[in-house]
């Protein structure tokens, strides 16, 4: 399975080429997206319209499933932090997002709650980042 976006949309191809029904909106823009083994996608939407905050996604495999949604806070600071990349890990039992003021958000998704808020020392951008 791959998964592009632009403008917004994350759209999902089978091994075929076959495009399947895409997932987010035309009003956020899309800077990172990860397909897990099940089909699962997780993607972060920036701020704008009806969020003050960049926010991650979780859109299950099975097209019937509710998507997830994982806010960085209800704080000042953090809503106009941006997310800036996002990864789960095998199990998709957590779900994280680094940002632009250097803190790597984990989320239990279980749960659907903020399990660790990890900060750089010197508030760099998290650019990237990998569950191993």
Same mark, same amino acid.
């Given at each position: 399975?791959? &998964? =592009?976006?632009?403008?917004?949309? @994350? !759209?999902?191809?089978? /091994?075929? /080429?076959? #495009?399947?029904?895409?997932?987010?909106?035309?009003?956020? %823009?899309? !800077?990172?997206?990860?397909?897990?083994? *099940?089909? #699962?996608?997780?993607?972060?939407?920036? &701020?704008?319209? *009806?969020?003050?905050? #960049? =926010?991650?996604?979780?859109?299950?495999?099975? $097209?019937?499933? $509710? $998507?997830?949604?994982? /806010? =960085? %806070?209800? #704080?000042?600071? &953090?809503?106009?932090?941006?997310? =800036?990349?996002? *990864? @789960?890990?095998?199990?998709? +039992?957590? @779900?994280?997002?680094?940002?632009? !003021?250097?803190?790597?958000?984990?989320?239990? @998704?279980?749960?659907?709650?903020? /399990? !660790?808020?990890? $900060?750089?020392? *010197?508030?760099?951008?998290? +650019?990237?980042? +990998?569950?191993?």
């Amino acid at each position: 399975m791959l &998964a =592009t976006a632009g403008g917004g949309v @994350v !759209r999902r191809w089978n /091994a075929n /080429a076959v #495009s399947l029904s895409p997932v987010g909106d035309s009003k956020h %823009g899309v !800077r990172c997206v990860r397909v897990t083994g *099940d089909g #699962s996608i997780v993607y972060c939407q920036e &701020a704008g319209g *009806d969020y003050a905050s #960049s =926010t991650l996604l979780l859109c299950p495999g099975d $097209e019937h499933e $509710e $998507e997830m949604r994982f /806010a =960085t %806070g209800s #704080s000042s600071s &953090a809503e106009d932090d941006q997310l =800036t990349c996002c *990864d @789960v890990d095998k199990s998709c +039992r957590l @779900v994280c997002a680094g940002s632009q !003021r250097g803190v790597a958000y984990v989320w239990d @998704v279980k749960r659907r709650r903020l /399990a !660790r808020r990890l $900060e750089h020392d *010197d508030q760099s951008p998290v +650019r990237c980042l +990998r569950f191993f």
